[in-house]
Protein backbone atom coordinates (compact mmCIF):
# COMPACT_ATOMS: atom_id res chain seq x y z
CA UNK A 1 0.00 0.00 0.00
CA UNK A 2 2.71 2.34 0.81
CA UNK A 3 4.51 1.60 -2.52
CA UNK A 4 1.64 2.44 -4.51
CA UNK A 5 0.54 5.54 -2.23
CA UNK A 6 4.43 6.74 -3.16
CA UNK A 7 4.01 5.79 -7.09
CA UNK A 8 0.69 8.12 -7.06
CA UNK A 9 2.38 10.80 -5.86
CA UNK A 10 5.60 10.69 -7.72
CA UNK A 11 2.60 10.27 -11.10
CA UNK A 12 0.88 13.68 -9.85
CA UNK A 13 4.28 15.73 -10.83
CA UNK A 14 4.98 13.55 -14.28
CA UNK A 15 3.50 14.27 -17.34
CA UNK A 16 0.57 12.99 -18.73
CA UNK A 17 1.94 10.40 -21.14
CA UNK A 18 4.39 9.29 -18.47
CA UNK A 19 1.69 9.29 -15.73
CA UNK A 20 -0.22 6.84 -18.80
CA UNK A 21 2.97 4.65 -19.23
CA UNK A 22 2.81 3.56 -15.78
CA UNK A 23 -0.29 2.88 -15.05
CA UNK A 24 -0.39 0.64 -18.30
CA UNK A 25 3.05 -0.83 -16.94
CA UNK A 26 1.57 -1.54 -13.63
CA UNK A 27 -1.49 -3.43 -15.08
CA UNK A 28 0.81 -5.71 -17.20
CA UNK A 29 2.27 -6.65 -14.18
CA UNK A 30 -0.59 -7.31 -12.02
CA UNK A 31 -2.08 -9.77 -14.71
CA UNK A 32 1.12 -11.45 -15.75
CA UNK A 33 1.55 -12.90 -11.82
CA UNK A 34 -2.30 -13.59 -11.99
CA UNK A 35 -1.87 -15.58 -14.89
CA UNK A 36 1.41 -17.39 -13.52
CA UNK A 37 -0.19 -18.75 -10.75
CA UNK A 38 0.40 -22.47 -10.21
CA UNK A 39 -2.73 -22.86 -8.24
CA UNK A 40 -5.97 -23.29 -9.74
CA UNK A 41 -8.95 -21.95 -8.16
CA UNK A 42 -11.18 -24.29 -7.01
CA UNK A 43 -15.00 -24.76 -8.50
CA UNK A 44 -17.37 -23.57 -5.92
CA UNK A 45 -20.77 -25.49 -5.35
CA UNK A 46 -23.33 -23.54 -7.24
CA UNK A 47 -26.87 -23.64 -8.96
CA UNK A 48 -25.48 -24.85 -11.95
CA UNK A 49 -22.73 -27.52 -10.62
CA UNK A 50 -26.03 -28.70 -8.17
CA UNK A 51 -28.04 -29.32 -11.60
CA UNK A 52 -25.35 -31.11 -12.74
CA UNK A 53 -25.24 -33.32 -10.00
CA UNK A 54 -29.03 -33.69 -9.25
CA UNK A 55 -29.21 -35.12 -12.51
CA UNK A 56 -26.43 -37.56 -12.14
CA UNK A 57 -28.37 -38.74 -9.36
CA UNK A 58 -31.75 -38.98 -11.19
CA UNK A 59 -29.61 -40.92 -13.81
CA UNK A 60 -28.68 -43.27 -10.81
CA UNK A 61 -31.74 -43.60 -9.42
CA UNK A 62 -33.53 -44.41 -12.85
CA UNK A 63 -30.64 -47.51 -12.53
CA UNK A 64 -31.52 -48.88 -9.16
CA UNK A 65 -35.22 -49.12 -10.79
CA UNK A 66 -33.75 -51.11 -13.73
CA UNK A 67 -31.94 -53.50 -11.44
CA UNK A 68 -34.83 -53.69 -9.39
CA UNK A 69 -37.27 -54.79 -12.31
CA UNK A 70 -34.53 -56.91 -13.21
CA UNK A 71 -33.91 -58.44 -10.03
CA UNK A 72 -38.41 -58.89 -9.99
CA UNK A 73 -38.40 -60.66 -13.64
CA UNK A 74 -35.12 -62.63 -12.42
CA UNK A 75 -37.24 -64.38 -9.51
CA UNK A 76 -40.49 -64.70 -11.59
CA UNK A 77 -38.30 -67.02 -13.68
CA UNK A 78 -36.65 -68.55 -10.85
CA UNK A 79 -33.58 -67.97 -12.66
CA UNK A 80 -31.86 -66.87 -9.11
CA UNK A 81 -29.79 -69.58 -8.39
CA UNK A 82 -28.25 -70.62 -12.17
CA UNK A 83 -25.18 -69.44 -11.04
CA UNK A 84 -23.70 -70.78 -7.78
CA UNK A 85 -20.50 -68.77 -7.24
CA UNK A 86 -19.63 -65.42 -6.89
CA UNK A 87 -16.23 -63.43 -8.53
CA UNK A 88 -16.37 -59.98 -9.06
CA UNK A 89 -14.42 -59.37 -12.50
CA UNK A 90 -14.35 -63.43 -13.69
CA UNK A 91 -17.93 -64.08 -13.61
CA UNK A 92 -18.35 -60.45 -16.25
CA UNK A 93 -17.23 -62.96 -19.04
CA UNK A 94 -20.26 -65.83 -19.89
CA UNK A 95 -19.27 -69.07 -20.95
CA UNK A 96 -18.07 -69.06 -24.57
CA UNK A 97 -17.51 -72.47 -25.74
CA UNK A 98 -19.64 -75.40 -25.48
CA UNK A 99 -16.88 -77.02 -22.78
CA UNK A 100 -17.13 -73.74 -20.72
CA UNK A 101 -20.86 -74.79 -20.90
CA UNK A 102 -21.02 -77.98 -20.02
CA UNK A 103 -18.84 -76.86 -16.96
CA UNK A 104 -21.23 -74.24 -15.66
CA UNK A 105 -23.89 -76.48 -15.86
CA UNK A 106 -22.66 -79.42 -14.19
CA UNK A 107 -21.97 -77.49 -11.03
CA UNK A 108 -25.38 -76.03 -11.44
CA UNK A 109 -26.24 -79.92 -11.22
CA UNK A 110 -24.71 -80.05 -7.39
CA UNK A 111 -27.32 -78.07 -6.28
CA UNK A 112 -30.41 -78.81 -4.64
CA UNK A 113 -32.38 -76.69 -7.29
CA UNK A 114 -31.65 -79.32 -9.79
CA UNK A 115 -32.06 -81.89 -7.77
CA UNK A 116 -35.59 -81.32 -6.89
CA UNK A 117 -36.99 -79.01 -9.17
CA UNK A 118 -35.15 -79.19 -12.54
CA UNK A 119 -33.70 -82.49 -12.69
CA UNK A 120 -34.98 -82.90 -16.39
CA UNK A 121 -33.58 -79.50 -17.36
CA UNK A 122 -31.37 -79.29 -20.73
CA UNK A 123 -28.60 -77.25 -21.43
CA UNK A 124 -30.34 -74.50 -23.52
CA UNK A 125 -32.96 -74.40 -20.84
CA UNK A 126 -29.90 -73.71 -18.31
CA UNK A 127 -29.02 -70.94 -20.45
CA UNK A 128 -32.18 -69.17 -20.41
CA UNK A 129 -31.73 -69.01 -16.50
CA UNK A 130 -28.31 -68.29 -16.67
CA UNK A 131 -28.28 -65.24 -18.96
CA UNK A 132 -31.00 -64.08 -16.80
CA UNK A 133 -29.00 -63.65 -13.66
CA UNK A 134 -25.57 -62.99 -15.08
CA UNK A 135 -27.78 -60.05 -16.89
CA UNK A 136 -28.79 -59.03 -13.27
CA UNK A 137 -25.33 -58.95 -11.62
CA UNK A 138 -24.02 -57.31 -14.55
CA UNK A 139 -26.69 -54.91 -14.30
CA UNK A 140 -25.51 -54.35 -10.75
CA UNK A 141 -21.95 -53.50 -11.20
CA UNK A 142 -23.27 -50.66 -13.93
CA UNK A 143 -24.95 -49.45 -10.74
CA UNK A 144 -21.82 -49.44 -8.86
CA UNK A 145 -19.93 -47.66 -11.70
CA UNK A 146 -22.45 -44.90 -12.60
CA UNK A 147 -22.31 -44.00 -8.37
CA UNK A 148 -18.32 -44.30 -8.15
CA UNK A 149 -16.57 -43.23 -10.93
CA UNK A 150 -18.93 -39.65 -11.12
CA UNK A 151 -18.14 -39.20 -7.35
CA UNK A 152 -14.73 -39.32 -8.10
CA UNK A 153 -14.90 -36.92 -10.44
CA UNK A 154 -17.18 -34.53 -8.95
CA UNK A 155 -15.59 -34.66 -5.74
CA UNK A 156 -12.21 -33.45 -6.91
CA UNK A 157 -13.79 -30.75 -9.24
CA UNK A 158 -15.27 -29.41 -6.08
CA UNK A 159 -19.25 -29.97 -7.10
CA UNK A 160 -20.12 -31.45 -3.95
CA UNK A 161 -20.73 -29.38 -0.62
CA UNK A 162 -19.78 -30.87 2.75
CA UNK A 163 -23.11 -32.17 3.52
CA UNK A 164 -23.41 -33.69 -0.17
CA UNK A 165 -20.11 -35.47 0.56
CA UNK A 166 -21.12 -37.78 3.37
CA UNK A 167 -24.32 -38.34 1.80
CA UNK A 168 -22.88 -39.14 -1.84
CA UNK A 169 -19.81 -41.28 0.30
CA UNK A 170 -23.11 -43.05 2.16
CA UNK A 171 -24.44 -44.38 -1.58
CA UNK A 172 -21.69 -45.65 -2.55
CA UNK A 173 -21.15 -47.37 0.51
CA UNK A 174 -24.99 -48.61 0.24
CA UNK A 175 -24.07 -49.68 -2.86
CA UNK A 176 -20.96 -51.94 -1.98
CA UNK A 177 -23.24 -53.03 0.43
CA UNK A 178 -25.91 -54.76 -1.71
CA UNK A 179 -24.02 -56.35 -4.24
CA UNK A 180 -22.61 -58.43 -1.00
CA UNK A 181 -26.25 -58.92 0.59
CA UNK A 182 -27.07 -59.84 -3.00
CA UNK A 183 -24.81 -63.12 -3.02
CA UNK A 184 -25.31 -63.73 0.79
CA UNK A 185 -29.39 -63.90 -0.54
CA UNK A 186 -28.21 -66.18 -3.01
CA UNK A 187 -26.00 -68.33 -0.93
CA UNK A 188 -29.40 -69.44 1.19
CA UNK A 189 -30.27 -71.11 -1.62
CA UNK A 190 -27.74 -73.16 -2.76
CA UNK A 191 -27.89 -74.46 0.66
CA UNK A 192 -28.80 -78.10 1.23
CA UNK A 193 -31.18 -78.56 3.42
CA UNK A 194 -31.86 -82.27 5.30
CA UNK A 195 -34.81 -84.10 5.19
CA UNK A 196 -36.67 -81.22 3.24
CA UNK A 197 -38.84 -81.65 -0.12
CA UNK A 198 -39.85 -77.93 -0.18
CA UNK A 199 -38.96 -76.05 -3.32
CA UNK A 200 -35.70 -74.63 -3.19
CA UNK A 201 -35.92 -70.87 -2.74
CA UNK A 202 -33.86 -68.22 -1.27
CA UNK A 203 -34.35 -66.61 2.24
CA UNK A 204 -37.56 -64.25 2.14
CA UNK A 205 -35.85 -62.80 4.65
CA UNK A 206 -32.55 -62.19 2.76
CA UNK A 207 -34.85 -61.34 -0.30
CA UNK A 208 -36.86 -58.93 1.68
CA UNK A 209 -33.55 -57.53 3.13
CA UNK A 210 -31.81 -56.90 -0.56
CA UNK A 211 -35.21 -55.73 -2.10
CA UNK A 212 -35.46 -52.98 0.60
CA UNK A 213 -31.81 -51.96 0.44
CA UNK A 214 -32.69 -51.14 -2.80
CA UNK A 215 -35.50 -49.34 -2.65
CA UNK A 216 -33.07 -47.42 0.20
CA UNK A 217 -30.59 -46.33 -2.29
CA UNK A 218 -33.68 -45.72 -4.78
CA UNK A 219 -35.40 -43.16 -2.30
CA UNK A 220 -32.13 -41.34 -1.24
CA UNK A 221 -30.63 -40.97 -4.54
CA UNK A 222 -34.38 -39.93 -5.76
CA UNK A 223 -34.95 -37.32 -2.71
CA UNK A 224 -31.46 -35.76 -3.29
CA UNK A 225 -31.83 -35.61 -6.93
CA UNK A 226 -35.16 -33.69 -6.94
CA UNK A 227 -34.13 -31.21 -4.04
CA UNK A 228 -31.66 -30.35 -5.89
CA UNK A 229 -33.47 -29.49 -9.15
CA UNK A 230 -36.83 -28.55 -7.88
CA UNK A 231 -36.75 -25.55 -5.80
CA UNK A 232 -38.59 -25.28 -2.78
CA UNK A 233 -42.01 -23.25 -2.99
CA UNK A 234 -42.56 -20.42 -0.93
CA UNK A 235 -45.88 -21.58 0.95
CA UNK A 236 -47.33 -19.64 3.82
CA UNK A 237 -46.08 -22.29 6.78
CA UNK A 238 -50.09 -23.30 8.40
CA UNK A 239 -51.48 -25.82 10.48
CA UNK A 240 -53.50 -27.32 7.05
CA UNK A 241 -50.05 -27.04 5.54
CA UNK A 242 -48.12 -28.60 8.45
CA UNK A 243 -51.38 -31.49 8.72
CA UNK A 244 -50.34 -32.38 4.76
CA UNK A 245 -46.70 -33.06 5.25
CA UNK A 246 -47.54 -34.87 8.28
CA UNK A 247 -50.11 -37.38 6.39
CA UNK A 248 -47.92 -37.14 3.57
CA UNK A 249 -45.11 -38.51 5.36
CA UNK A 250 -47.07 -41.30 6.85
CA UNK A 251 -48.26 -42.05 3.74
CA UNK A 252 -44.94 -42.49 1.85
CA UNK A 253 -43.77 -44.26 4.80
CA UNK A 254 -46.58 -46.98 4.29
CA UNK A 255 -46.04 -47.16 0.61
CA UNK A 256 -42.23 -47.99 1.07
CA UNK A 257 -43.69 -50.65 4.01
CA UNK A 258 -46.37 -52.11 1.34
CA UNK A 259 -43.56 -52.52 -1.15
CA UNK A 260 -41.42 -54.60 1.32
CA UNK A 261 -43.88 -56.65 2.19
CA UNK A 262 -44.20 -57.67 -1.39
CA UNK A 263 -40.77 -59.34 -1.05
CA UNK A 264 -42.09 -61.61 1.45
CA UNK A 265 -44.95 -62.43 -0.85
CA UNK A 266 -42.44 -63.46 -3.60
CA UNK A 267 -40.10 -65.24 -1.28
CA UNK A 268 -42.79 -67.39 0.11
CA UNK A 269 -44.95 -67.79 -3.42
CA UNK A 270 -47.88 -66.50 -1.56
CA UNK A 271 -49.37 -65.29 -4.44
CA UNK A 272 -50.36 -69.10 -5.48
CA UNK A 273 -52.06 -69.89 -1.92
CA UNK A 274 -55.20 -67.86 -2.41
CA UNK A 275 -56.31 -66.67 -5.90
CA UNK A 276 -59.55 -64.91 -4.85
CA UNK A 277 -60.70 -61.41 -4.09
CA UNK A 278 -61.76 -59.65 -1.68
CA UNK A 279 -62.51 -62.82 0.15
CA UNK A 280 -59.93 -65.58 0.65
CA UNK A 281 -61.38 -68.99 0.26
CA UNK A 282 -65.22 -67.41 0.29
CA UNK A 283 -64.08 -65.99 4.08
CA UNK A 284 -62.79 -62.60 5.40
CA UNK A 285 -60.61 -64.38 7.29
CA UNK A 286 -59.08 -67.82 6.22
CA UNK A 287 -59.12 -70.40 8.92
CA UNK A 288 -55.23 -70.89 8.75
CA UNK A 289 -54.21 -67.25 8.82
CA UNK A 290 -52.31 -67.80 12.38
CA UNK A 291 -51.57 -71.98 11.67
CA UNK A 292 -47.86 -71.62 12.64
CA UNK A 293 -46.59 -71.74 16.09
CA UNK A 294 -44.83 -69.10 17.87
CA UNK A 295 -47.71 -66.36 16.31
CA UNK A 296 -44.72 -63.96 15.06
CA UNK A 297 -43.68 -66.63 12.79
CA UNK A 298 -47.07 -66.67 10.64
CA UNK A 299 -46.15 -62.49 9.48
CA UNK A 300 -42.94 -63.72 8.48
CA UNK A 301 -42.92 -67.54 7.37
CA UNK A 302 -46.53 -68.25 6.64
CA UNK A 303 -47.85 -67.78 3.13
CA UNK A 304 -51.37 -67.10 4.24
CA UNK A 305 -50.79 -64.51 6.70
CA UNK A 306 -47.99 -63.11 4.26
CA UNK A 307 -50.92 -62.55 1.29
CA UNK A 308 -53.12 -61.36 3.58
CA UNK A 309 -50.90 -58.76 5.39
CA UNK A 310 -50.07 -57.75 1.90
CA UNK A 311 -53.64 -57.11 0.74
CA UNK A 312 -54.63 -55.19 4.32
CA UNK A 313 -50.96 -52.92 3.82
CA UNK A 314 -52.02 -52.37 -0.27
CA UNK A 315 -55.52 -51.37 0.53
CA UNK A 316 -54.51 -49.22 3.38
CA UNK A 317 -51.80 -47.35 0.75
CA UNK A 318 -54.86 -47.08 -0.80
CA UNK A 319 -57.23 -45.09 1.33
CA UNK A 320 -54.24 -43.20 2.67
CA UNK A 321 -53.51 -41.41 -0.75
CA UNK A 322 -56.76 -41.34 -1.57
CA UNK A 323 -57.37 -39.60 1.67
CA UNK A 324 -54.41 -37.63 0.94
CA UNK A 325 -55.73 -36.55 -2.39
CA UNK A 326 -58.95 -35.23 -0.89
CA UNK A 327 -57.64 -33.58 1.93
CA UNK A 328 -55.02 -31.15 -0.91
CA UNK A 329 -57.99 -30.83 -2.64
CA UNK A 330 -59.16 -28.14 -0.15
CA UNK A 331 -55.89 -26.00 -0.09
CA UNK A 332 -53.96 -23.54 -2.20
CA UNK A 333 -50.87 -25.46 -3.32
CA UNK A 334 -48.11 -24.98 -6.30
CA UNK A 335 -49.08 -26.56 -9.54
CA UNK A 336 -46.21 -28.69 -9.48
CA UNK A 337 -47.68 -29.85 -6.05
CA UNK A 338 -50.88 -30.52 -7.26
CA UNK A 339 -49.68 -32.58 -10.58
CA UNK A 340 -47.59 -34.61 -8.12
CA UNK A 341 -50.59 -35.68 -5.58
CA UNK A 342 -52.53 -36.08 -8.42
CA UNK A 343 -50.62 -38.43 -9.93
CA UNK A 344 -49.61 -40.37 -6.86
CA UNK A 345 -53.32 -41.12 -6.59
CA UNK A 346 -53.49 -42.38 -10.27
CA UNK A 347 -50.88 -44.50 -9.99
CA UNK A 348 -52.27 -46.10 -6.35
CA UNK A 349 -55.23 -47.39 -7.74
CA UNK A 350 -53.89 -48.76 -10.98
CA UNK A 351 -51.19 -50.28 -8.59
CA UNK A 352 -54.23 -52.29 -6.95
CA UNK A 353 -55.90 -53.16 -10.37
CA UNK A 354 -52.68 -54.60 -11.04
CA UNK A 355 -52.11 -56.52 -7.93
CA UNK A 356 -55.85 -57.75 -8.23
CA UNK A 357 -55.33 -58.59 -11.34
CA UNK A 358 -52.32 -60.67 -10.87
CA UNK A 359 -53.56 -62.70 -8.04
CA UNK A 360 -56.92 -63.98 -10.09
CA UNK A 361 -55.07 -64.75 -12.74
CA UNK A 362 -52.43 -66.54 -10.67
CA UNK A 363 -49.60 -64.75 -11.24
CA UNK A 364 -48.34 -64.63 -14.96
CA UNK A 365 -44.88 -63.61 -15.28
CA UNK A 366 -45.36 -60.40 -17.63
CA UNK A 367 -48.15 -59.00 -15.33
CA UNK A 368 -46.40 -59.79 -11.93
CA UNK A 369 -43.29 -58.29 -13.34
CA UNK A 370 -45.64 -54.94 -14.17
CA UNK A 371 -47.14 -55.08 -10.54
CA UNK A 372 -43.50 -54.82 -9.25
CA UNK A 373 -42.47 -52.25 -11.09
CA UNK A 374 -45.93 -50.45 -10.47
CA UNK A 375 -44.86 -50.47 -6.62
CA UNK A 376 -41.37 -48.32 -7.41
CA UNK A 377 -43.30 -45.72 -9.70
CA UNK A 378 -46.16 -45.57 -6.90
CA UNK A 379 -43.05 -44.86 -4.23
CA UNK A 380 -41.58 -42.48 -6.77
CA UNK A 381 -44.55 -40.35 -6.68
CA UNK A 382 -44.35 -40.53 -2.91
CA UNK A 383 -41.48 -39.12 -3.03
CA UNK A 384 -41.89 -36.78 -5.34
CA UNK A 385 -44.80 -35.30 -3.54
CA UNK A 386 -42.83 -34.79 -0.46
CA UNK A 387 -40.03 -32.89 -2.47
CA UNK A 388 -42.92 -30.63 -3.46
CA UNK A 389 -44.20 -30.11 0.22
CA UNK A 390 -40.47 -29.17 1.96
CA UNK A 391 -40.13 -26.21 3.87
CA UNK A 392 -38.01 -23.24 1.94
CA UNK A 393 -34.52 -23.76 3.36
CA UNK A 394 -33.17 -21.02 6.18
Known amino acids: IILYSQMFFKCQTLSPQVRQWLVKRNQS ?26 RWLLGCSGLVVGA ?25 KPPQTQEEWEAEFFKYKQFPEFKILNHEMTLPEFKFIFYMEWGHRMWGRLVGLAYILPTIYFWRKGYFTRSVKGKVLGLCGFVFFQGLLGWYMVKSGLEEKQDSYDVPRVSQYRLSAHLGSALLLYTASLWMGLTMLLPAHKMVESKRLM ?29 LVYNSFPKMADKWIPDDLLAFSPTLRNFFENPTTVQFDHRILGISSLAAITGLYLFSRRM ?4 RAKIAISLLATMAYTQVALGISTLLLYVPTPLAATHQSGSVALLTFAIWVLAELRRMPK
Open 29 to 54: TITVEAGTSSTPAATVPSAATNRIVG
Open 243 to 271: QLRRFAKGTGGLVFLTALSGAFVAGLDAG
Open 332 to 335: VLPR
Open 68 to 92: VVLGGVTRLTESGLSMVDWHLVREM
